[in-house]
């Protein structure tokens, strides 16, 4: 168990749907991560976050946004979803940067969009 | 162009050998970190081991050792012993510089152990 959380484990929707994934870091990381994983992209990273603030961000559709709350969970929103959004969602956080090197990730998401 | 190549879509490898995925690199960054990450099936991400560019001595975790060649840039996962519980993906990874932490991630390597 890494300590990261996430739910659901496994969401199915229709298309133009709009969905939400929750992420919750291990204790005292600051740091979280978005990632997709899906069969024709592979791992790709979407956004950071940092103590609530962006911090980078990858190849993340407009349809899709994230947020970091105070109490450091985060939550990731997809839009108007199409089938190729269908993948394994992962969230990951690490410690506070510069210390840490290992990003512990949650069991991820399952969407799929029908 | 690929950060990350992992060239091996699939290994099989006996019970108790030693078995070596190849991860070759791609960055003009001085500063940067490799990582391994086993999935097994039930879909998680397992952290195995980490190498730091400026580190000297080759990472080691248990049965995990990380072979880093920087002038080739390739840092490759060498699993000793390996058993029924390692048939698993492994990815490579690198974080690139000290502004963010984003990983970019290879293809993965399908490792499969035969009893």
């Known amino acids: 168990d890494s300590g990261v959380t996430q739910t659901p484990k496994h969401l199915i929707t229709a298309t133009g749907q709009r969905v939400t994934l929750r992420c919750s870091p291990r204790s005292g990381d600051l740091s979280v991560y978005w990632y997709q994983q899906s069969l024709d992209q592979g791992l790709q990273f979407l956004i950071q976050y940092y103590n609530g603030e962006e911090r980078a961000k990858g190849n993340i559709l407009e349809r899709f946004s994230a947020q970091q709350f105070p109490d450091l969970h985060s939550e990731l929103n997809l839009s108007s979803l199409e089938l190729g959004d269908s993948a394994l969602y992962f969230c990951?956080?690490?410690?506070?940067?510069?210390?840490?090197?290992?990003?512990?990730f949650g069991p991820g998401t399952r969407l799929t969009v029908l | 162009a690929q950060k990350i190549t992992q060239t091996q879509p699939g290994m099989f490898v006996q019970e108790k050998e030693a078995v070596t995925l190849d991860c070759t690199y791609d960055t003009s960054d001085p500063s940067y970190g490799l990582f391994w990450y086993k999935q097994p099936s039930s879909g998680e991400m397992i952290f195995l081991i980490y190498q730091g560019s400026y580190d000297q001595q080759n990472a080691t975790e248990g049965r995990y050792s990380l072979n880093f060649q920087k002038a080739r840039k390739s840092a490759n996962l060498v699993i000793s012993a390996s058993q029924l519980g390692d048939s698993a993906m492994y990815f490579c990874?690198?974080?690139?510089?000290?502004?963010?932490?984003?990983?970019?991630f290879g293809a993965g390597t399908t490792v499969t152990v035969r009893a």
């Open positions: 990951a956080s690490s410690f506070r940067e510069g210390l840490v090197h290992e990003q512990f």
């Open positions: 990874a690198m974080r690139e510089g000290q502004g963010d932490y984003k990983l970019s």
